[in-house]
């Protein structure tokens, strides 16, 4: 394989040389190490991504694919003798129907910039992370991202009715079908959302838009221990049935250090344990308020603050994306995503922390999740990268003990592979590598991730 062959495919001046390839191809979001690899191209449109791969499935030349790098295992991370594709170039929004609430985007179009021009044509894209601004649907599809809006609205693969992509042959599988029923035979487009590149490349999508809330209710409140915030998150539920979209319940260690970062200072005037943000969309501009004064009348929630205007609800939710600012400014970082059934939560932070603290000397954790959905976040600080297998026997052992899964929303990358038996049965992943075997024989698509 050499750049001239690929330069003829996407031109000159998209294809460069292992000694060309900017240094931001070779990082991401968890500060791991880079290979070296042979080269890099930026296609710009799916028969340009069919002949590169193409190319590289004749000659045997393994490809690491690449969205807006924001990944947190580690999957996107280029290997020694890897070509690195981006699809940084595919960023357009090719059409929205207005009336059926139907979006068409490329694969490296930015989360945020699609959710804006949903906005703008009267609608919404009802998935959102953190990294909205560098973050791509491609990406987003290929790891079938949670957020803060799974609970009311599903992760990625809920928002995904079609899409295109190609094989490692460079055989194109177009299913960019914009119908919520299609029951005709298997649903192609399921074998790419979540398989983090191994099975093919996606290449666009059709995303589902949903209609822009009635009503926006927001507040921050405090309560004593994990079972307040269950029994806090049942009342919002059995008061404002479907009408909960966000429930992020951010721990100590996590609100101070967002106090700091964020720059807003502690927003109660007592110290608490557990901080809950709360969201729920409704016409009803008093139905949290009511919930929230049942709660505080039975002890439930010591404290609450509820937004009474855009810079109020802009306010709180910068405690909770100060995650970014608190990750980046870690030296060593091992950014844990678990799930477990939610009444197990409480007792697995306790654990951890403990556990963590023992046996991992100079480690900082700081806890945080999408609780609602049984997602916990365990960012942690490590002293020296020779603790990371240690912190990762702990924390995957135990969610395992819990019931719960090594991944919740961020996949398995590099970073989680050594865990997949943690949460999948020999059986399943002997199934999984089956269907990877069939779509590429070769495997020369994200090679070394999952498995």
Not at 135 to 147: E, L, P, R, V
Not at 264 to 282: C, I, M, N, R
Not at 299 to 324: I, N, P
């Amino acid at each position: 394989m050499t750049i001239d062959a690929l330069a003829a495919i996407v031109g000159a001046g998209n294809a460069f040389g292992p000694d060309a390839v900017e240094p931001r191809y070779l990082d991401d979001e968890t500060g791991g190490v880079a290979g070296r690899p042979v080269g890099l191209v930026r296609p710009a449109g799916v028969e340009q991504v069919a002949a590169v791969l193409r190319h590289c499935h004749a000659a045997g030349q393994p490809v690491v694919v690449q969205g807006g790098r924001t990944g947190m295992t580690r999957g996107g991370l280029p290997r020694d003798g890897e070509l690195i594709l981006s699809l940084e170039r595919m960023a357009a929004i090719e059409a929205i129907d207005s009336d059926a609430g139907l979006m068409t985007v490329g694969a490296g179009c930015v989360l945020e910039a699609a959710q804006l021009a949903a906005a703008d044509a009267g609608w919404r894209l009802a998935v959102d992370i953190g990294a909205r601004g560098s973050c791509t649907i491609g990406g987003m599809i290929a790891t079938n991202a949670g957020g803060t809006q799974v609970l009311r609205y599903g992760m990625m693969r809920d928002q995904v009715l079609g899409l295109e992509a190609v094989l490692a042959d460079g055989t194109i599988i177009s299913s960019l079908g914009a119908m919520l029923k299609n029951n005709t035979g298997y649903d192609l487009k399921q074998f790419f959302i979540g398989s983090e590149g191994t099975l093919g490349i996606v290449t666009r999508a059709v995303l589902r838009l949903r209609p822009p809330p009635i009503g926006r209710q927001t507040a921050l409140c405090a309560v004593a221990d994990y079972a307040a915030a269950v029994r806090l998150l049942a009342r919002l539920e059995r008061a404002m049935p479907g009408q909960l979209s966000a429930y992020e319940l951010m721990w100590s260690d996590f609100f101070g250090a967002a106090c700091v970062a964020s720059g807003q200072g502690y927003p109660f005037d007592a110290a608490h344990e557990l901080v809950v943000l709360v969201e729920t969309e409704s016409g009803d501009d008093e139905a949290l308020a009511a919930a929230l004064e049942e709660s505080f009348a039975d002890g439930t929630v010591r404290d609450a603050l509820v937004a009474r205007s855009e810079r109020d609800h802009q306010r709180f939710w910068r405690f909770r994306d100060a995650v970014g600012e608190l990750v980046g400014a870690m030296a060593i970082v091992e950014p844990f995503d678990v799930s477990a059934p939610i009444g197990a939560i409480g007792g697995l932070v306790t654990e951890l922390r403990a556990r963590l603290a023992r046996e991992v000397p100079g480690s900082r954790p700081i806890c945080f999740g999408h609780i609602a959905d049984g997602n916990l976040h365990l960012a942690l600080e490590l002293a020296e990268e020779a603790q990371r297998p240690v912190a990762e026997a702990i924390v995957y052992d135990a969610v395992r003990a819990a019931g719960g899964s090594v991944s919740a929303e961020h996949g398995i990358g590099i970073l989680k592979r050594a865990w997949l038996g943690h949460s999948r049965s020999a059986a399943e992943i002997a199934m999984m590598r089956t269907i990877r075997a069939a779509l590429d024989p070769k495997g020369i698509l994200n090679r070394g991730r999952v498995f």
